[in-house]
């Protein structure tokens, strides 16, 4: 009995010193494949260029996107989901952003 509860013990203890370790890499992978997805938009899509000219953009390479307004932004955002997070207590998506001005103009890529 008493070696079956020290055996427990040690496959916890070992469990809660991995689990850490095990989480930043995964968390590292991820990030790695986000800031791969992103990449392709920074690449082709230049900040200024027309709202109508990112809508195309899109269009022909059938990438799915949300336009939506966010807080008290000037013009829309176009959210493009790349991932899903979750741990123990929630889950949330993760977007690629783009960002546009007043003027339908693009002020920002970034991950959401």
């Given amino acids: 009995?008493?070696?079956?509860?020290?055996?427990?013990?040690?496959?916890?203890?070992?469990?809660?010193?991995?689990?850490?370790i095990y989480s930043r890499i995964r968390q590292a992978r991820r990030d790695s494949a986000y800031q791969t997805a992103i990449a392709q938009f920074q690449r082709n899509l230049h900040i200024g260029m027309?709202?109508?000219?990112?809508?195309?953009?899109?269009?022909?390479?059938?990438?799915?996107?949300?336009?939506?307004?966010?807080?008290?932004?000037?013009?829309?955002?176009?959210?493009?989901?790349?991932?899903?997070?979750n741990d123990l207590i929630c889950e949330w998506n993760v977007y690629i952003a783009l960002e546009f001005s007043s003027t339908d103009a693009l002020t920002e890529i970034h991950i959401k």
Avoid: C, N, S
């Fill in 50 to 85: 027309r709202q109508a000219d990112v809508r195309h953009y899109l269009d022909l390479r059938h990438v799915e996107y949300y336009p939506v307004r966010i807080g008290g932004g000037d013009g829309p955002t176009y959210e493009i989901k790349v991932g899903e997070e």
């Fill in 1 to 20: 009995m008493k070696k079956r509860v020290a055996l427990i013990a040690v496959f916890a203890v070992a469990l809660a010193l991995t689990w850490p």
